[in-house]
């Protein structure tokens, strides 16, 4: 009896296991300062040191929090602090436990790389419909949907891979930069191909590949000249991540008595009559059973999104974020988010997604607008979606639907308030993404209309952006059905594949005809000064055309978009104001040499014309 409880009182306590400690790794020379966050059982009993000590690097202060699984360690970098392999000692008197943490050398460079401007033209991919590059990752061990290509609503098998080995027939379409759709890991059950419902802020799904291998694929297309912008998600991470059932505070997330979800009634953060409560509602409530919403207003969970952005930044060699669902953020600490990652990297752009037809809403977003209440967003781009509402709308009105407030005209409408915007060069067009119903699809396959909006999308101020497969005029398989089935397999992106669209030679009628009046306007704009920097003048008509010039100093650019049915001769004395000295100009899609004074355009047609002044 003595001898058992003798023993028992001597047994040894189990093995510490540190879970997760984030982020990864950090970079002497960074101003943000650096916290970790450590996970493991009982962890909050201990104590951390940092070895070797007198090398710039120590631990300032520990911090525990609410639940007894974490810490948050406060580490001083000096500035002229040895790179290197560091051990973190975590001790509780009895047990000690060493964890090999690496602060490494920055890049030379890094915090002056160069972002995405109007000189870019931004692809849209969904990668999991983009081209399966790696069939062995179609399905793995470690997440729960597996892949099924034959529903619409479920995993294809898309992969960072398959962008990989199409990277030229991108770079050849003439994008300068790629928004990819959300590649961190989502391991919901079902529909996780979408990716925004992240289960790990740190870990690139497996089904899509690896942190490396999304590393190589910014290289690669860097070698291209092709930027990469990245998409995240602060808002909301999924209820399958791993801190959700254990997390570190009581307010890490948004908790109601019972499921409450967001009012989406972001007009409460500038509305003067709104109630406390709808704000709250708004800001607080969940973006879907599965999204747990995330609260800013925890200086932790701020600061973790914060190095979490900067680590993505610094690791890969990113050039920009894509943030969804901006508003629903708690607009103060997502204005410090902004601010924190443009301190770190003063040329980055960030571009907010803030789906709002109200043009003053949306100008209240972006940095250093005039907001009467002070606020400001510090992000630096958003999305153009009054813009993006009108060209649509105008495509649905040709022919005798336009006039007074339709067809054409709802597009000089917008642009009319231009006026409002305190930046108009940091601002996404777009006339579809992967949440709007195919272009191909409003247009009805009209092959005509489908180029009026590459015709607009590559000539007005702002920085144009394009799904993927509207420059072949994909269309949805079955609309009736959302989101899924407009979010198309590419054709030749599967082993298998009946067609080949990658390859141009495949191309046929209305798809080639779209492709190769894409590709020439993309390709053209690259180089052109006067359509990235260059000022707008419009002119009004009821007729159902649009007339506008880009110009500068040096270049004049005329476009006439004719959404009629019926061939027009352009009015050219009615722009003398700019148009009076401008008498021979160069067709910018055929070559050819235009005499405006006679010039017609047909119908559903758009005449480029560029000028050397």
Avoid at 123 to 138: E, H, K, T, V
Avoid at 192 to 206: A, Q
Avoid at 240 to 247: A, F, G, I, R, V
Avoid at 508 to 524: A, I, S
Wanted: some cysteine.
């Amino acid at each position: 009896m003595f001898l058992a409880v003798a023993l028992s009182a001597t047994a040894a306590k189990p093995k510490f296991e540190l879970r997760h400690l984030e982020p990864l790794s950090w970079w002497v020379g960074m101003n943000m300062p650096l916290q970790l966050m450590a996970n493991g059982e009982g962890i909050s009993a201990f104590d951390v040191d940092i070895l070797p000590a007198n090398q710039g690097v120590k631990v300032r202060a520990v911090h525990r929090a609410d639940s007894p699984n974490y810490l948050f360690i406060d580490v001083d970098i000096a500035p002229d602090a040895v790179a290197g392999d560091y051990t973190l000692r975590f001790s509780d008197g009895k047990r000690t436990y060493d964890r090999s943490y690496t602060i490494a050398s920055r890049e030379e460079g890094s915090r002056e790389r160069k972002s995405f401007t109007t000189a870019d033209f931004v692809y849209l991919i969904m990668p999991d419909r983009f081209a399966n590059g790696d069939a062995s990752n179609d399905s793995t061990w470690n997440t729960v949907e597996k892949v099924n290509r034959s529903n619409p609503g479920r995993r294809h098998g898309g992969d960072i891979q398959g962008i990989i080995d199409h990277l030229d027939y991108i770079a050849d379409l003439g994008a300068t930069a790629i928004w990819s759709t959300p590649l961190l890991l989502d391991d919901e059950n079902g529909a996780s191909y979408h990716g925004y419902s992240c289960s790990d802020y740190y870990l690139i799904d497996p089904r899509y590949g690896s942190n490396d291998l999304f590393k190589e694929y910014v290289e690669e297309c860097h070698k291209r000249d092709l930027k990469v912008i990245m998409d995240i998600v602060p808002n909301h991470s999924s209820t399958s991540h791993w801190w959700y059932n254990d997390q570190p505070f009581e307010d890490w997330t948004h908790q109601w008595g019972k499921y409450t979800q967001s009012n989406w009634t972001f007009s409460t953060n500038m509305d003067f009559n709104a109630s406390a409560s709808d704000l709250y509602q708004m800001e607080s409530g969940w973006f879907d059973r599965t999204m747990a919403d995330m609260n800013l207003d925890n200086p932790y969970l701020l600061r973790y999104f914060q190095q979490w952005a900067i680590w993505w930044i610094e690791f890969s060699g990113l050039d920009g974020f894509r943030v969804d669902t901006y508003p629903y953020n708690e607009k103060m600490p997502m204005s410090e988010w902004c601010k924190a990652v443009m301190d770190e990297y003063p040329n980055f752009n960030i571009v907010g997604e803030v789906w709002t037809a109200s043009i003053p809403q949306l100008a209240y977003w972006q940095g250093d607008n005039y907001n009467k209440d002070g606020f400001n967003s510090h992000l630096k781009s958003i999305m153009d979606f009054p813009l993006h509402d009108a060209i649509r709308a105008a495509m649905t009105e040709g022919g005798d639907k336009g006039g007074w407030g339709k067809g054409m005209t709802r597009i000089y409408d917008v642009l009319s308030h231009d006026f409002v915007y305190h930046d108009l060069s940091n601002m996404m067009i777009m006339a579809g993404n992967h949440d709007t119903d195919r272009v191909g699809d409003v247009v009805e396959g009209d092959a005509r209309r489908m180029k009026l909006v590459a015709a607009m999308l590559c000539t007005m101020r702002g920085m144009p952006q394009m799904l993927y497969g509207d420059e072949l005029m994909f269309r949805s398989t079955d609309r009736s059905k959302g989101h899924p089935t407009l979010r198309v397999d590419f054709p030749g992106g599967w082993e298998g594949d009946k067609r080949n669209l990658f390859d141009p030679a495949e191309h046929k009628g209305d798809e080639k005809d779209v492709f190769d009046y894409t590709r020439t306007l993309m390709n053209w704009r690259k180089s052109k000064e006067v359509i990235h920097t260059g000022r707008t003048l419009h002119f009004i008509d009821r007729d159902n055309t649009y007339a506008y010039f880009r110009y500068n100093d040096d270049e004049v650019v005329f476009v006439y978009i004719n959404n009629s049915d019926d061939e027009r001769t352009v009015p050219w004395q009615r722009y003398s104001e700019i148009s009076a000295d401008l008498k021979v100009g160069k067709d910018v899609v055929t070559g050819k040499s235009v005499d405006m004074s006679h010039a017609k355009v047909a119908p559903a047609t758009a005449l480029i014309v560029e000028f050397e002044r």
